[in-house]
C-alpha cells in the first residue's frame, strides 16, 4: 500500500517536521516536510478528524506501527499520533 522507498533525484536527507527524526523524500510524502511514517499519521488523523474514535480504529494496527516505528528511529511522537493512540485505547 505505501511505497517507502527514497526518490531519485530527491532533495537530501532532511528532519521531519513532526517527529525530528533525519529522513529522505519517499515516493509516497514527495512533495512533505514528513517522514513516511507522519506522513501516514497525518492521513489517519485526517480521517480521524472526519469520523472521530470509529475512524481511528479501523486504522489501529497502522497506527501502532507507525508510532513505534517513529520512536525506534529515534524521532518523537507529535499531538497528532498522540491523540490517535488515545482514541485506539493505546495511550503513552
Known amino acids: 500500500m505505501t511505497n517507502r522507498t527514497f526518490k531519485r533525484g530527491g532533495r537530501g536527507v532532511f528532519k521531519c517536521i513532526a517527529c525530528g527524526h533525519a529522513t529522505r523524500t519517499t515516493d509516497q510524502a514527495a512533495d512533505s516536510e514528513c517522514c513516511a ?6 492521513g489517519i488523523y485526517n480521517a480521524f478528524q472526519d469520523g472521530g474514535a470509529e475512524a481511528a480504529k479501523e486504522y489501529a494496527s497502522e497506527i501502532r506501527s507507525c508510532c513505534a516505528a517513529i520512536v525506534a528511529k529515534g524521532g518523537t511522537l507529535d499531538g497528532d499520533a498522540t491523540e490517535l493512540l488515545q482514541a485506539i485505547g493505546d495511550a503513552t
Open 37 to 42: 511514517d507522519c506522513y501516514e499519521i497525518a
